[in-house]
T-cell receptor, first 115, second 111 residues
Framework: DADVTQTPRNRITKTGKRIMLECSQTKGHDRMYWYRQDPGLGLRLIYYSFDVKDINKGEISDGYSVSRQAQAKFSLSLESAIPNQTALYFC??????????????FGPGTRLTVL | GESVGLHLPTLSVQEGDNSIINCAYSNSASDYFIWYKQESGKGPQFIIDIRSNMDKRQGQRVTVLLNKTVKHLSLQIAATQPGDSAVYFCAENNGDYKLSFGAGTTVTVRA
């Protein structure tokens, strides 16, 4: 079984709809991240969380919100989706106090299309 | 702001040859660098990493070189195979457990 899972894997929605993307992990990691990937732009950080009570904005948080329901779950919401939020979304986790501590483990991604 | 970038967006290499993928970074405070491989339809997968107190690190068929003087990072893949076809990203850690990614290099292996 995958250590980092994302649901749904694909989603098509309409402008103005509320969308939630979910991420679950079985790695026992404290740190969780949400990224979006656009062609030619690499991965950009949306939000990140270092534990259940910690939420931080990344470089492109406008239009997004997150919830860290438990250590293993970190969800990303688009309150009112717009077409330029069409992208590939990745969840990642990292171990806290690992020593190296910086490698991030990625889920398989969610492809979101906003019409 | 400072960012991580790659020199070339695409690289075509003959099967069996060595591949070199380059990355330039601008944040002199970065102390950790990492390479990821992303195959079509999948999330990025860890290849190798290096800390700023090292110049070179080797893995299985891969070597990462770090030149702090010119802020340059490279990934060398020995005896490139068809399964190495993917997008390769370099990333730097800015000290607070966040990664900044470059735009990626698409490697295509010719048979």
């Amino acid at each position: 079984d995958a250590d980092v899972t994302q649901t749904p894997r694909n989603r098509i929605t309409k402008t103005g709809k509320r969308i939630m993307l979910e991420c679950s992990q079985t790695k026992g990691h404290d740190r969780m991240y949400w990224y979006r990937q656009d062609p030619g732009l690499g991965l950009r950080l949306i939000y990140y969380s270092f534990d259940v009570k910690d939420i931080n904005k990344g470089e492109i948080s406008d239009g997004y919100s997150v919830s860290r329901q438990a250590q293993a779950k970190f969800s990303l919401s688009l309150e009112s989706a717009i077409p330029n939020q069409t992208a590939l979304y990745f969840c990642a986790t990292a171990d806290q106090g690992h020593g190296r501590g910086d490698e991030q483990f990625f889920g398989p991604g969610t492809r979101l299309t906003v019409l | 702001g400072e960012s991580v970038g790659l020199h070339l967006p695409t690289l075509s290499v003959q099967e069996g040859d060595n591949s070199i993928i380059n990355c330039a970074y601008s944040n002199s405070a970065s102390d950790y660098f990492i390479w990821y491989k992303q195959e079509s339809g999948k999330g990025p997968q860890f290849i190798i990493d290096i800390r700023s107190n090292m110049d070179k690190r080797q893995g299985q068929r891969v070597t990462v070189l770090l030149n702090k003087t010119v802020k340059h990072l490279s990934l060398q893949i020995a005896a490139t195979q068809p399964g190495d076809s993917a997008v390769y990203f370099c990333a730097e850690n800015n000290g607070d457990y966040k990664l900044s990614f470059g735009a990626g290099t698409t490697v295509t292996v010719r048979a």
